[in-house]
């Protein structure tokens, strides 16, 4: 097969060689057929001396003579380029023919190779098939083929470092049985001769086994931390949430002042009717506070905008949270519904309002009682649902954070992992598949 290549590499340099001649021949007839295209009227003595520079014809004394001898250069010229055309499709035809004989030797050598690289893996299949047959009966079972691999791959390797990397993988004997499994193709739960592969096949799926259970165990221990963050973060969260101090009361019942304030003008008796003495000293104090507070400029306003920023703080406890919401919906009521209820009934229009009051009241009593006023029909209710409905979006703002900020760990760590590369003695002194080795442990190992 090698004299066969170098009589292939002599044929392709006398083609390359001929593909010069015809090169230079072309340049040749180019350049005689410029000369033709200038000769005209010149004199004979000029166009002989262009021709003969141009085809290395020898000149001819020919002073004086016009017409036939000056077109004689040309016919010669003509003649010349038909025969160099001529050899040019000649050459061509001999050099495809040859190329097509390289190809067909080239493939026929290919063939060769490839039948004696089949006949060498049989054999070889059928050395390591005997070896991993102790009791030879012809077919291996799952305890041989992992001695046969463990003597194949531990104990004959003088790497040390492969060498343990390869009992780390046949340790496992789940391992081992699932890549017989997958070889097995009668399902017998045997090996036979003909589902058998070479050691380096059965090296190169316990690898594959080895890292994907590596990184099955590494994503489910970063799946653990991340639950484990996660519930770290709702456990703070939640601490918070449910506290019930003696200052979260107080802002709890102090955010039900506002639908109090704006529900009293309405809860009024209206004047000249009853004890004015004993309604002004009932309600002296509230009535002073009420025009204390209508005073203030957008009084209202500002109240409606605090007790918003505290109903979305979630850094606040929920019982200030619930009621910072709840009193703006009594507001809400004692603005728009009140009003209404008064021009549809005005003599139903204090009791309305008087009914208003006690929802209101009950519900800051409850609050500095550090409950909850989720239990008052239509108001309470709503405001429960909106509260729970927060803090659902909350919790999955939380998760979200965290799964961010994990994965941005996990990056980084991934990172580190791969630009740290430790180099030990053993590594050192190991053999050719020292570095394979290297690379999958910082993939399965981040």
């Known amino acids: 097969g090698s004299w066969r290549w170098l009589d292939g590499i002599q044929t392709l340099a006398s083609i390359?060689?001929?593909?010069?001649?015809?090169?230079?021949?072309?340049?040749?007839?180019?350049?005689?057929?410029?000369?033709?295209?200038?000769?005209?009227?010149?004199?004979?003595?000029?166009?002989?001396?262009?021709?003969s520079r141009c085809d290395g014809l020898a000149m001819r004394p020919m002073v004086g003579l016009r017409g036939p001898a000056t077109r004689a250069a040309p016919n010669v010229l003509g003649r010349r380029s038909v025969v160099v055309r001529a050899e040019e499709k000649d050459l061509a035809a001999e050099l495809a023919a040859q190329a097509q004989a390289l190809r067909e030797e080239a493939a026929k050598i290919e063939e060769s190779l490839e039948a004696e690289r089949n006949r060498e893996t049989a054999a070889e299949l059928d050395e390591w098939f005997s070896e991993a047959d102790a009791d030879g009966d012809g077919s291996v079972t799952l305890q041989e083929l992992r001695a046969a691999l463990k003597s194949k791959l531990v104990d004959e390797n003088t790497n040390r470092r492969s060498a343990a990397r390869a009992e780390s993988m046949l340790a496992s004997e789940e391992r081992v049985l699932a890549i017989l499994k997958d070889l097995?193709?009668?399902?017998?739960?045997?090996?036979?001769?003909?589902?058998?592969?070479?050691?380096?096949?059965?090296?190169?799926?316990?690898?594959?086994?080895?890292?994907?259970?590596?990184?099955?165990?590494?994503?489910?221990?970063?799946?653990?931390?991340?639950?484990?963050?996660?519930?770290?973060?709702?456990?703070?969260?939640?601490?918070?949430?449910?506290?019930?101090?003696?200052?979260?009361?107080?802002?709890?019942?102090?955010?039900?002042?506002?639908?109090?304030?704006?529900?009293?003008?309405?809860?009024?008796?209206?004047?000249?009717?009853?004890?004015?003495?004993?309604?002004d000293a009932a309600v002296a104090a509230i009535v002073q506070t009420a025009i204390a507070f209508r005073t203030l400029p957008f009084s209202g306003l500002l109240a409606f905008l605090i007790l918003s920023a505290l109903a979305g703080n979630v850094t606040r406890p929920r019982l200030e949270r619930f009621a910072a919401r709840h009193a703006i919906i009594l507001d809400l009521a004692a603005v728009f519904l009140l009003p209404i209820a008064t021009a549809v009934a005005p003599d139903q229009a204090p009791l309305a309002a008087t009914a208003f009051e006690a929802v209101v009241l009950v519900s800051a009593v409850a609050a500095l009682a550090g409950i909850n006023a989720g239990f008052v029909p239509g108001t309470g209710q709503l405001t429960a649902k909106f509260t729970d409905d927060f803090e659902a979006g909350v919790e999955r703002l939380l998760e979200s954070a965290t799964a961010a900020e994990f994965s941005m760990l996990v990056n980084a760590t991934d990172l580190v992992g791969k630009r740290q590369k430790p180099t030990s003695d053993d590594d050192q002194a190991g053999g050719g598949g020292t570095t394979k080795d290297a690379s999958d442990d910082e993939e399965a190992e981040p």
């Open 184 to 279: 097995d193709a009668n399902s017998d739960g045997v090996l036979q001769r003909e589902e058998m592969v070479t050691v380096a096949n059965f090296r190169d799926r316990l690898e594959r086994a080895y890292r994907d259970q590596k990184a099955a165990e590494v994503a489910e221990s970063r799946l653990s931390d991340f639950r484990n963050a996660t519930d770290d973060r709702l456990d703070q969260w939640q601490a918070v949430a449910n506290r019930t101090s003696a200052a979260a009361r107080l802002v709890a019942a102090a955010a039900y002042l506002l639908p109090a304030l704006d529900a009293l003008p309405f809860s009024l008796p209206p004047p000249g009717t009853g004890d004015v003495a004993v309604v």
């Open 16 to 51: 390359r060689i001929r593909q010069e001649k015809v090169h230079r021949r072309r340049v040749r007839v180019e350049r005689s057929r410029g000369c033709e295209r200038k000769m005209t009227t010149w004199s004979t003595v000029v166009a002989m001396v262009l021709a």
